[in-house]
């Protein structure tokens, strides 16, 4: 988990920003924790007619936002891949920096990291990190000091046949077929059953 800047109001928290939901603050991008580790009261809201339809006893009122950490809400960081604007490199946050830290240490510049525009999703409910590796080398997950990502775009256009994945091996593919489901089921990289809010 981790103390992040930035708010949401409370009526996103069951809305638009609830469990589960990625949200973006300022350069860096989180997912909310899942209701038991919040650190909240006894329930306080009562609707004896919905209690009863749903089996529970009371409902909790989420957290205000304000200056008491010990009732923020807890995030996690994801997607756990990035990259860095000035070398392009792509690889987890974790391999850049220190966890609280978002920004690129090998680069002079030290410029912030940008989070993955990519996220894997199943019907169920599941997310996941895009697998990179998997989809740069056709299905192999290769990994180490001979095959480091680079994240490139190729001329002006946002379409995803610019956008690149490259290898150090010498390995490229384009994400233009990314968001195909038989693509990804033929890479291994279908649902793994991740919940990264839990």
Same mark, same amino acid.
Request: charged content about 25%.
């Given at each position: 988990m981790a103390n992040i800047k930035g708010s949401v109001r409370t009526s996103q928290l069951i809305t638009t920003y609830g469990v589960g939901s990625v949200i973006a603050i300022e350069d860096e991008s989180w997912t909310v924790a899942g209701l038991h580790l919040w650190n909240v009261g006894e329930p306080d809201i009562r609707e004896p007619r919905l209690e009863k339809e749903l089996r529970v006893s009371g409902f909790v009122r989420p957290p205000a936002t304000g200056d008491d950490e010990e009732h923020d809400v807890p995030v996690f960081r994801f997607p756990g891949w990035c990259y860095c604007p000035s070398c392009n490199r792509l690889d987890r946050h974790g391999q850049f920096c220190a966890? &609280? *830290? &978002?920004? /690129?240490?090998? /680069?002079?510049? &030290?410029? =912030?990291?940008?989070? %993955? @525009?990519?996220v894997v999703a199943c019907p169920r409910g599941h997310l996941d990190d895009f697998p990179y590796s998997r989809w740069v080398h056709g299905g192999r997950d290769l990994r =180490? !000091? *001979?095959?480091?990502? @680079?994240?490139?775009? @190729?001329? !002006? %256009? #946002? #379409?995803?046949r610019d956008v690149e994945i490259r290898c150090s091996c010498g390995a490229t593919e384009t994400m233009e077929h990314a968001f195909s489901a038989a693509m990804l089921a033929r890479i291994g990289g279908g649902c793994t059953g991740r919940r990264p809010w839990l």
């Open positions: 966890r &609280n *830290d &978002n920004h /690129c240490e090998q /680069c002079e510049e &030290n410029p =912030g990291l940008i989070p %993955s @525009r990519f =180490g !000091v *001979d095959h480091k990502l @680079r994240f490139t775009t @190729r001329g !002006v %256009s #946002a #379409a995803l």
